[in-house]
Antibody, heavy 122, light 110 residues
Framework: EVQLVESGGGLVQPGGSLRLSCAAS????????MSWVRQAPGKGLEWVSV????????FYANSVLGRFTLSRDNSKNTLYLQINSLRAEDTAIYYC???????????????WGQGTLVTVSS | QSALTQPASVSGSPGQSITISCTGT?????????VSWYQKHPGKAPKLVIY???NRPSGVSNRFSGSKSGNTASLTISGLQGEDEADYYC??????????FGGGTKVTVL
């Protein structure tokens, strides 16, 4: 059974940093791209970032470019999202998601975690 | 990266069919067959119901179907059931190595 378990969320002051983790199990982690998608309170889904199966390629939404860094450790089946220079508008539930069956390279997600809440407030 | 345009809400009675539209541009929806649809119940993780415009993942009911014409993609739910009441989001590859979601549509079963 595929499982994705996010952790690392919490309350942080504006300008602060957090590192989110996503522990994966139940599938061959190192052959799938992985992504982060967030949902602000009362808002819709927003794509954040994606990383290739090897970790050699990463892509980011304009809203987080330069502040967020996505990485993975295939030996630990774990995905990481380093988030810096946090702003109030980064407050959201952050979901990690596994790339799904698709002819596209990295752009469809078939399994999602339950999310971890990041709250940016003074 | 402007969000794709979806109606805020759609409703239907049990057994009816409803269609949710997702309008983008020639650089996202119209340019690639990489449109997906996700179902999201409150407090739950999103669930993939359609990928690559019209493909259904294993285990998803055949009451869900997808299509695309020009810059607009559509999700149709036939034989509407109470469990279908949820928010639905479309997404599309944008061609600039990013993904964009629609604003979401709340489906209400009357």
């Amino acid at each position: 059974e595929v499982q994705l378990v996010e952790s690392g969320g919490g309350l942080v002051q504006p300008g602060g940093s957090l590192r989110l983790s996503c522990a994966a199990s139940g599938f061959n982690f190192n052959i799938y791209g992985m992504s982060w998608v967030r949902q602000a309170p009362g808002k819709g889904l927003e794509w954040v970032s994606v990383i290739s199966e090897s970790g050699d390629d990463t892509f980011y939404a304009n809203s987080v470019l330069g502040r967020f860094t996505l990485s993975r450790d295939n030996s630990k089946n774990t995905l990481y999202l380093q988030i810096n220079s946090l702003r109030a508008e980064d407050t959201a539930i952050y979901y990690c998601a596994k790339k799904g069956l698709s002819s596209s390279w990295l752009w469809v997600y078939d399994y999602w975690g339950q999310g971890t809440l990041v709250t940016v407030s003074s | 990266q402007s969000a794709l345009t979806q109606p805020a809400s759609v409703s239907g009675s049990p057994g009816q069919s409803i269609t949710i539209s997702c309008t983008g541009t020639s650089t996202d929806v119209g340019g690639y067959n990489y449109v997906s649809w996700y179902q999201k119940h409150p407090g739950k993780a999103p669930k993939l119901v359609i990928y690559d415009v019209s493909n259904r993942p294993s285990g998803v009911s055949n009451r869900f179907s997808g299509s695309k014409s020009g810059n607009t993609a559509s999700l149709t739910i036939s034989g509407l059931q109470g469990e279908d009441e949820a928010d639905y989001y479309c997404s599309s590859y944008t061609g600039s190595s990013t993904l964009v979601f629609g604003g979401g549509t709340k489906v209400t079963v009357l």
